[in-house]
């Protein structure tokens, strides 16, 4: 364990609206063979749950509302002993005047039905969940070391959606990664089809110096990278349609957390799954959690009137 956020943060809370964000390790264990991460940032260290809990003590007096615990790979924190992930979201959900609790971003293979279980449970943690899989084929997830199965994948989305209705997962996704053939892009698709994540942020593969992938030959036509990520945004977007259309009708709560840029009277805000929504009739202030009922979808934006 060690302490690495200024001291006054610990002691005063960093707070940033009605938000704050808490870094609860750094560095990272994983050798993902795309990513610079291990080398720049060194190998994970875990702060100690007294600070981070002082520090989210200190950010709800200080008037957050919804915290988010960070890490590079967030769900791999550990402490002294059985203390892990699990003590610490259970720990953090119960404090005191939290409304919302979020992460970012937990690593696929430390993810687990316990952890799907306290989320589906506990009503301050969010039923949201940016669980990156990267690619949808077994060879190409095994030649980007990411060391799990796209089934070890599925399984555990399968098992939370199952425990937690609704909830909105999200992915990052890398498109012509050194050998992936179309068979392989195929799998991706498919399995974006069979999550259905609320969103997905693809990247085309590009190499980064010092990293492993770096050496393997960058053998995926730029054209085929191009046109498989316009694939993923097409088939995407639909989803995402699909969705947004779905939730029309239906009732949120929805925690403001701005005044709407340019009309005075409106509010925005996010639903528990972090869609964003533009919120009608009033009076709300900003950290209000406001039951609505979702009127319209335009893109990636709800609007809604307050119940
Ligand atoms: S992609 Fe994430 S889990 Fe993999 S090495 Fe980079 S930071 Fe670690």
Known sequence: MREFVPERWV??????????????????????????????????VSRSPESILQEAR???????RELWLLGQNVNSYRA??????????????????????????????????????????????????????QAGSDAVLQAMRRRHTLQDYLGKVDY?????????????????????????????????????????FPFKYSPRPGTAAAKLADDVPRQAKEERLA???????????????????????????AVHPREPDLMNGR???????TVAVGPHEIGDLVRVRITDSRGHWLYAEAE
């Open 160 to 200: 939370l959606q199952q425990r937690a209705p609704g909830v909105e997962i999200s992915t990052d996704l890398i498109v012509g990664f050194p050998g992936e053939t179309e068979a392989d892009f195929e799998c991706t698709l498919h399995a974006l089809g069979q999550v259905r994540f609320s969103q997905v």
């Open 11 to 44: 002691e005063r809370g960093h707070v940033e609206g009605i938000k704050a964000y808490i870094a609860i390790t750094k560095g990272c264990n994983n050798h993902c063979s795309f990513c610079i991460v291990p080398q720049t940032r060194g190998r994970e």
């Open 80 to 133: 002294a002993g059985e203390y892990g992930f699990y003590e610490l979201l259970d720990e953090i959900s119960q404090l005191d005047g939290l409304i919302r609790l979020r992460f970012t971003s937990p690593h696929p293979r430390d993810w687990n039905n316990r952890l799907s279980d306290l989320m589906a449970e506990r009503k301050t943690i969010c039923k949201q969940l940016h669980l990156p899989f």
């Open 58 to 64: 200190a950010a709800i007096d200080k008037g957050a």
């Open 231 to 257: 694939r993923v945004i097409a088939l995407q977007e639909h989803i995402n349609e699909e969705q947004q259309r779905a939730l029309i009708g239906t009732e949120q709560d929805v925690l403001i957390d």
């Open 271 to 277: 639903t528990d799954g972090y869609r964003a929504v």
